[in-house]
């Protein structure tokens, strides 16, 4: 047989199958006795083959007859006999078993609850930590305290060369920049000891966005490339975007020569309106000019 024939096969025995079973769900709902259609022989040969039951469970005070005891198959009792009630009792019982901790475990609720106390712990303990670090003060050394930058001499023989051009000396501790003072200060800067010693300390932060200026040595100035704000070598403004001046730290000279930088105290001043230094004194590193 090909395979179609075969899947023809199936479904004709299928669609039997399924003819077969409605049929039958449909005379179980009719209602319909089919043993009253039975004739009286199929009947007699029916109770012929009886086969022992167990006995049915009555009450003590009913005696058990014999043929109640003992019925055909398909055969009903009379329809004046009760048939006999059966008591069934079912009893059930619950135990309770306590079980250790070490048994029992971590239920998902406390697992939970340790994983979020331990989170929120650790960040406390982080966000105090950064509190503490932030507002304990210096007692010495770092930016923010009091910075030796060395003597006096020593700063000046670097920062000035031989051809008088000026190289400002970068102390990274201070995060400044060591420039030799005019021969005369600007009004702005008077009584605010931003001057010692014919020295000056400068902030190596633009004024504008806080980008690090560096030193143009042909222009004799400061010259920010993040967005071209120009200062002359004492940080005094030129041109561009910066608001003010270069901010500057307080300075003082120690008994023994040396340079101290106050990194806690930060001088603003506004634009001179009379620059102390002339500016620019050569060709600009960015921007032209």
Known sequence: ?????????????LALAAAIGAFAIAARRSGVDWRSSMSGETRAADRSSAVELPPVPVAADEPVSEESAVLPIGAAPEADEEPAAVAVQVETEQRLVEVSPEEAGV??????????????????????????AFLWPRISGGFGSDVNAGAVSDLLDQAINDDGSVT????????????????????????????????????????????????????????????????????EYNAGPAPRNLDRFAVEVTDGGDLIIKTGTVVETPRAFQPSVSYPQGPSCIGGG
């Open 1 to 13: 047989m090909s395979g179609d024939q075969l899947l023809l096969v199936g479904i004709a025995v």
């Open 107 to 132: 239920t998902r609720r406390q697992f939970f609850n340790r994983a979020l106390g331990v989170t929120f712990g650790t960040f406390s303990g982080l966000l105090g930590t950064s509190f503490l």
């Open 168 to 235: 400002p000396v970068f102390v990274p501790e201070a995060r400044a920049y060591v420039v030799p003072g005019p021969d005369a200060l600007s009004e702005q800067f008077d009584a605010r000891s931003v001057e010692a010693a014919g020295v000056m300390a400068i902030w190596q932060k633009c004024v504008h966005l806080g980008c690090r200026v560096p030193w143009c040595s042909t222009s004799q100035g400061f010259e920010c490339p993040c967005h071209g704000s120009k200062y002359n070598s004492i940080g």
